[in-house]
């Protein structure tokens, strides 16, 4: 039987997770592995209904900040978290990944302009760079997920 004092430790540390969460956002709640361009151009071309979040990054970017930005805004928010399927590239790995990045326009970028991040559904989408990123995802999230992507946006 438990003690009381048992109780209330274990009640006390389910709120601090509880608030840790609700304060450094969620992480997202569907991650996709893709170990090159066939397996990560079969996920976001599949025919599926599914919205992509696609973190490239460099080695000794900044994607982490970028990831916990995005999970923040869009991994915490009630109206995307179960949407969206998040995943992280290796840009470094061109050996495993030219096809989508030479796709998407980014194989020839320098490093030092990394990270991008992809939103699409059934092929289309936005790609993002720069400040903000996370601002930018979720101001253009809705209309990637209504199929109303403008001709700013790529298409692959």
Known sequence: EFESGSMKFIL????????????????????????????????LEGGNDNLYIVNFYMP?????????????????NSRYKDLVNYIEINAARTYQYKDVLTDVGIYNKA??????????KKGDGYLFRGKDIGEGVLGKITNVIEGRVDYSSIRY
């Open 60 to 76: 000794g970017d900044k994607h982490e900040d970028v990831k916990k930005d995005l999970e923040e805004k869009i991994g915490g």
């Open 12 to 43: 006390i540390s389910i709120v601090m997770i509880s608030l840790l969460v609700v304060a450094f956002g969620a992480p997202f709640s569907k991650v996709v592995t893709a170990n090159n361009s066939k397996e990560l151009k079969k996920e």
């Open 111 to 120: 490093s030092n302009q990394y990270p991008y991040v992809l939103v699409s």
